[in-house]
């Protein structure tokens, strides 16, 4: 397809502007997408801010972001034709890391470590834009009944199944998350599916709480606000209560904070697993009590992107394991996707969850 479009060009640390640029061409395996809806995810706040570098060769824009999307297949390359796969007029979620599919931890099938991959809205030019190419490989239909906007959601639901995957829970657990954003609320939800007796949720905002109260969460706790009628002074004490004395038996944390993940450690009993899934900064360090970790034989394991487990999240889309249009506090248009990040960073608005960019 021929033309221009719009886009969002990211530049450098709080710059980014509405641009037209040529509208992209497909590849022989490629299929070209018309933009439906668009995530902000904590990594494109990351990006815009300057806490984290892009992944292009020198770490900078200019970069069109965006890596949580959905859209309708409206032009297709011979091969992806020749696939039988999918049609024009098709509507599809996409996984945006693309592997290479050649290098040792590919040909191990571990490519979430892959060394050569291209990640759209990362390394690539991403979907803050009307049009965007994807293999034909790396898209998923969208099941019947799911809007474009909970199908965009599906990236970071595939990462959240990876991690609950990773903490391998069993029935009748009793499981700690922290953190009630979108990915701890996703997670939470997963987690209840996969038969855990009881769910409590750690968080310091009032809001986030209560969402995961409506989605399930037996117990929720405040660790930070003495004026929340779920504040906790003690966490490890109140665990203790309410596991006669075992404390849980896995522990996920969708956040980066030090000061969750140290908590962990706290609230952890004997032969636990933390599963650590936030993205730290590059200098936090953990402090770990060894003898105490060791004779009460935990884990701390490590939860990376979302290695084959697409088509498992989709299930739990389609099959409504996962209430994600809960998750969508706010919308934004592509023209207004620095105000939505902007609006996502500020403490100012503690009452959201999820943003969406909505195209059309």
Same mark, same amino acid.
């Given at each position: 397809?021929?033309?221009?479009?719009?886009?969002?060009?990211?530049?450098?640390?709080?710059?980014?502007?509405?641009?037209?640029?040529?509208?992209?061409?497909?590849?022989?395996?490629?299929?070209?997408?018309?933009?439906?809806?668009?995530?902000?995810?904590?990594?494109?706040? $990351?990006?815009?801010?300057?806490?984290?570098?892009?992944?292009?060769?020198?770490?900078?824009? &200019?970069?069109?972001? *965006?890596?949580?999307?959905?859209?309708?297949?409206?032009?297709?390359?011979?091969?992806?034709?020749?696939?039988?796969?999918?049609?024009?007029?098709?509507?599809?979620?996409?996984?945006?890391?693309?592997?290479?599919?050649?290098?040792?931890?590919?040909?191990?099938?571990?490519?979430?470590?892959?060394?050569?991959?291209?990640?759209?809205?990362?390394?690539?030019?991403?979907?803050?834009?009307?049009?965007?190419?994807?293999?034909?490989?790396?898209?998923?239909?969208?099941?019947?009944?799911?809007?474009?906007?909970?199908?965009?959601?599906?990236? &970071?639901?595939?990462?959240?199944?990876?991690?609950?995957?990773?903490?391998?829970?069993?029935? *009748?657990?009793?499981?700690?998350?922290? *953190?009630?954003?979108?990915?701890?609320?996703?997670?939470?939800?997963?987690?209840?599916?996969?038969?855990?007796?009881?769910?409590?949720?750690?968080?310091?905002?009032?809001?986030?709480?209560?969402? $995961?109260?409506?989605?399930?969460?037996?117990?929720?706790?405040?660790?930070?606000?003495?004026?929340? &009628?779920?504040?906790?002074?003690?966490?490890?004490?109140?665990?203790?209560?309410?596991?006669?004395?075992?404390?849980?038996?896995?522990?996920?944390?969708?956040?980066?904070?030090?000061?969750?993940?140290?908590?962990?450690?706290?609230?952890?009993?004997?032969?636990?697993?933390?599963?650590?899934? *936030?993205? &730290?900064?590059?200098?936090?360090?953990?402090?770990?009590?060894?003898?105490?970790?060791?004779?009460?034989?935990?884990?701390?394991?490590?939860?990376?992107?979302?290695?084959?487990?697409?088509?498992?999240?989709?299930?739990?889309?389609?099959?409504?394991?996962?209430?994600?249009?809960?998750?969508?506090?706010?919308?934004?248009?592509?023209?207004?996707?620095?105000?939505?990040?902007?609006?996502?960073?500020?403490?100012?608005?503690?009452?959201?969850?999820?943003?969406?960019?909505?195209?059309?």
């Amino acid at each position: 397809m021929n033309g221009k479009m719009k886009a969002q060009m990211f530049y450098q640390p709080q710059e980014m502007s509405l641009v037209e640029v040529d509208i992209p061409q497909v590849a022989q395996n490629e299929v070209l997408l018309k933009v439906k809806a668009c995530g902000i995810c904590g990594s494109d706040v $990351a990006y815009f801010f300057g806490r984290s570098p892009l992944e292009t060769e020198n770490g900078k824009g &200019p970069l069109i972001l *965006g890596h949580e999307f959905a859209g309708e297949i409206v032009e297709m390359g011979e091969m992806a034709q020749s696939s039988s796969s999918f049609k024009v007029g098709d509507r599809v979620m996409a996984n945006p890391v693309q592997e290479c599919g050649a290098c040792k931890y590919c040909v191990r099938t571990q490519v979430n470590l892959c060394e050569n991959k291209r990640v759209k809205g990362v390394s690539i030019h991403g979907a803050f834009a009307e049009y965007v190419t994807m293999p034909y490989t790396h898209i998923f239909a969208i099941p019947q009944g799911i809007s474009y906007q909970e199908a965009a959601l599906c990236e &970071p639901l595939a990462c959240s199944t990876n991690a609950v995957n990773t903490l391998d829970v069993k029935l *009748g657990d009793f499981v700690v998350v922290y *953190g009630p954003g979108a990915i701890g609320l996703m997670q939470m939800q997963l987690i209840r599916a996969r038969g855990a007796g009881k769910i409590a949720m750690v968080g310091i905002l009032d809001f986030g709480l209560e969402k $995961a109260l409506s989605l399930g969460a037996d117990y929720v706790f405040n660790t930070l606000d003495t004026s929340s &009628p779920y504040y906790c002074a003690d966490l490890p004490a109140e665990i203790r209560k309410l596991t006669d004395g075992e404390m849980a038996n896995k522990v996920v944390l969708p956040t980066g904070a030090k000061a969750a993940l140290q908590g962990a450690l706290d609230v952890a009993g004997k032969k636990a697993s933390i599963v650590y899934f *936030g993205m &730290p900064d590059e200098k936090m360090v953990l402090e770990v009590p060894l003898l105490d970790f060791l004779v009460n034989n935990r884990s701390i394991l490590t939860s990376w992107q979302a290695p084959f487990t697409w088509d498992t999240a989709r299930s739990a889309l389609k099959n409504g394991n996962i209430d994600m249009k809960a998750l969508i506090t706010h919308t934004f248009a592509l023209k207004d996707l620095e105000k939505g990040i902007r609006f996502m960073n500020d403490p100012a608005y503690p009452d959201k969850i999820k943003s969406v960019v909505v195209f059309d």
